[in-house]
């Protein structure tokens, strides 16, 4: 069983022993460690998309170590209360699978037989999840374009990835459950600081959203403090900062040794209007 769907026709996906088939005939190879490759190429563009390696390492050293285990309870505590046996669950831009697997085994343990399912733009980080968590199912696909049917997720997780709020609504079912993560306004301020002159704060949008209604909110504000080269760099490794910042103010965090940064998330439940 699978609940993706074919991207060039819509219609339903038949999983066989190495590869998923629509009836059109239509035909996508899973790889060795799991995934499905579901983005369509469309003529001449770049050949990777998403996180690199690099990237997808990064922040796996980061998280390993704890750093947004906090948040993640919080996500996980969310993610039960919206819980339901047989549930179909959707993790749209999951990255390497850190919080996904941990709702799936939450849900698991719980006896409620869920159909987990991540989906993310980078293959190096797809290749990571579908690693970590071999019951669940994961496929390259973007967040504006989901590979699955109108109505057909229960519970839809966006953690730190694109707001594709129209398409979003068209894959959850009537009543169905958005668990969605953000940063806040001083969200690894203490990183900025630390690389430039100028140090901004996040924008933080309102939380109301077109078509849904908001059921729960919990902010969470800590610091952290990261010790050691690696640990440093690997946080700022794995944001957008590493590539759009220069030379120079790269530069600065080498001669650091430990960083201490806030953390900062909202938390955010909302139900289908």
Do not use: W
Request: glycine share 8%.
């Amino acid at each position: 069983m699978t609940i993706f769907r074919c991207p060039n026709c819509g219609q339903s996906l038949t999983r066989e022993p190495h590869r998923l088939v629509c009836p059109a005939g239509h035909s996508f190879d899973l790889a060795k460690s799991g995934y499905v490759n579901l983005l369509l190429s469309h003529g001449a563009g770049p050949k990777h998309h998403g996180d690199d390696k690099r990237m997808v390492k990064a922040r796996s050293t980061f998280l390993q170590k704890g750093h947004y285990a906090p948040m993640r309870q919080e996500l996980l505590r969310q993610g039960l209360a919206a819980a339901s046996e047989n549930m179909v669950v959707l993790d749209a831009g999951c990255g390497e699978g850190y919080y996904t697997a941990a709702l799936a085994e939450l849900l698991r343990q719980q006896g409620l037989c869920p159909h987990v399912a991540g989906i993310d733009i980078s293959k190096e980080a797809l290749q990571e999840a579908a690693k970590r968590d071999r019951q669940s199912e994961y496929a390259v696909a973007s967040c504006f374009h989901l590979p699955v049917g109108d109505g057909s997720i229960d519970l839809l997780l966006s953690v730190f990835a694109p707001y594709c709020g129209e398409e979003f609504l068209r894959v959850l079912r009537p009543g169905g459950s958005f668990l969605m993560v953000i940063p806040l306004e001083n969200h690894l301020y203490g990183l900025k600081q630390a690389i430039y002159e100028k140090p901004y704060r996040n924008e933080v949008k309102p939380y109301d959203l077109p078509g849904f209604r908001l059921e729960e909110c919990r902010e969470l504000r800590y610091q952290i403090t990261l010790h050691g080269q690696e640990e440093i760099e690997s946080l700022f490794m794995m944001t957008p900062y590493y590539y759009k910042t220069g030379a120079a103010d790269r530069q600065k965090l080498l001669t650091k040794t430990t960083l201490t940064t806030p953390a900062e998330f909202a938390v955010l439940r909302y139900k289908k209007i």
